[in-house]
């Protein structure tokens, strides 16, 4: 699970994919940023360096020039944001920029209290499960490759970096008590990427506990 990349404006890309779990279009004024750019924003209250790289990205960016050939197979590759009716991408990033230099000159300190409000967030800040539910437990996984949960959670342990494994698990703590309610969970989960209901008879909740417990008391592998 562990991203290493090269790209140009690999930061950059991260964030306008967050406008994307939020229907594709800048809605940030100067006066404030709108709900995709909270919810990066939030995002990065845990490693402002984030913020940082996508402002250098951003000013490399309207420097070279939107359209200029140097960067047009990296820009290809950026998720493709509307703008609002007559106003330029450019000066969309430019408003991007000033939320972001803003909230790099007093970061806040992030509140573990508080729910993701997009898709992308909760993906964000729960990768490990997302991709263990996602990977693992997607629509008619018990089906088509595995027998059972258990069948899967052994595939999972053994086929997954221990750092990842083990992250998820810590995840998992955090998941379930910012999910206080049954409707909460089940929803959250879902954007995570869970399709499989838990085995008959056990709540989501236990579930993944026990997945949670299963991790823990494992323990890392020879």
């Not at 750092?163 to 379930?176: C, H, K, N």
């Amino acid at each position: 699970m562990t991203e290493f990349s090269d790209d140009r404006f690999h930061e950059l890309s991260r964030l306008l994919s967050a406008y994307e779990s939020t229907g594709e279009v800048f809605d940030d004024t100067m006066e404030a940023p709108g709900r995709a750019l909270k919810s990066y924003l939030r995002t990065a209250a845990g490693t402002p360096d984030r913020a940082a790289a996508a402002v250098r990205e951003i000013d490399d960016l309207l420097e070279v020039g939107l359209f200029s050939d140097e960067i047009a197979d990296d820009v290809d590759l950026l998720p493709h944001i509307e703008p609002p009716g007559g106003v330029r991408v450019e000066d969309c990033l430019r408003v991007v920029r000033h939320h972001l230099n803003r909230f790099l000159a007093a970061p806040p300190a992030p509140d573990p209290t508080a729910r993701p409000q997009t898709s992308w967030e909760w993906r964000e800040r729960f990768p490990a499960l997302a991709h263990f539910l996602g990977a693992y437990f997607y629509q008619d996984s018990l089906e088509i490759e595995y027998h059972s949960h258990a069948e899967a959670m052994e595939d999972y342990l053994t086929g997954e970096p221990i750092e990842d494994v083990e992250r998820a698990a810590s995840e998992a703590t955090e998941f379930l008590t910012l999910n206080p309610s049954e409707d909460e969970l089940s929803e959250a989960s879902a954007v995570l990427g869970l399709r499989e209901p838990p085995p008959e008879g056990v709540s989501l909740r236990q579930w993944l506990r026990d997945v949670r417990d299963i991790i823990v008391h494992r323990g890392p592998r020879a």
